[in-house]
């Protein structure tokens, strides 16, 4: 199954979380897509300037959660920006697994251009995609980039020209979408599980712990003997994700 998350709908409910509960339930699920077809902010700036100090923290606590909840998703995610992905909305695309986005899209982190900094793990999330220096003077200046220098700077995997339709980017996301859908379910949670946890220690580290290592788990899997199977009878594999 291939869940797409319009953006413009998750933000209705401020944090998405309703969303990602009522979908996620599904067992089969494989894939998700993040959409970002025209302004996302994630804060409703007019709505933060009537907030008490503490109302605003609860708000970003809330809000971080919730990019941690999807960053953490056991499975593959693609961000497809065919707009504006500012604060917020970029730090949710970065949150996912690759980013996909149209030559005319805009992005930035620009909070200090409000006298604040991005809390939703910006300031973590950037220097590991386009390292420590140019996510600094990015996050200084409040700069915003366009799809080109998003993709110069490592920001975004892919930049295609936007369509007349506007959606350039969800469509070749879509299209990288179909050439994960045919891989093992279990394996790609694995895969997915252990780059994330790997970035975070040394490799000797990792290949030390206790935990079983992926490949491991993959092992005793229905989908690895339906895998091998079809190699040998030259067919297309039928996964379960079992």
Request: proline content about 4%.
């Amino acid at each position: 199954m291939l869940l797409i998350i319009n953006y413009f709908n998750m933000r209705r409910n401020v944090t998405g979380k309703n969303i990602l509960s009522e979908n996620l339930v599904v067992g089969n699920l494989i894939f998700c897509l993040f959409w970002f077809f025209w302004f996302c902010f994630c804060a409703d700036l007019k709505e933060r300037a009537k907030m008490h100090s503490s109302e605003v923290s609860s708000f970003v606590s809330k809000a971080r959660a919730t990019v941690n909840e999807m960053a953490n998703l056991p499975v593959p995610t693609i961000a497809a920006i065919d707009g504006t992905a500012l604060g917020g909305g970029l730090e949710l695309a970065l949150a996912c697994d690759i980013r996909v986005a149209a030559s005319s899209a805009k992005m930035g982190l620009v909070e200090t251009k409000l006298a604040i900094i991005p809390g939703a793990g910006g300031t973590q999330r950037l220097p590991r995609t386009i390292g420590v220096s140019l996510a600094k003077e990015l996050i200084f200046s409040a700069r915003i980039v366009d799809g080109e220098e998003a993709k110069s700077i490592g920001l975004i995997s892919h930049v295609v020209e936007q369509n007349e339709a506007g959606d350039a980017a969800y469509r070749r996301a879509l299209a990288l979408a179909r050439e994960f859908l045919p891989q093992g379910p279990v394996a790609m949670r694995v895969a997915k599980l252990a780059i994330n946890q790997g970035m975070e220690v040394r490799i000797c580290t990792f290949h030390k712990s206790k935990q079983k290592p992926g490949w491991q788990q993959t092992i005793p899997t229905k989908d690895r003997i339906e895998g091998l199977l079809a190699f040998k009878e030259k067919r297309p594999p039928r996964y379960k994700g079992e």
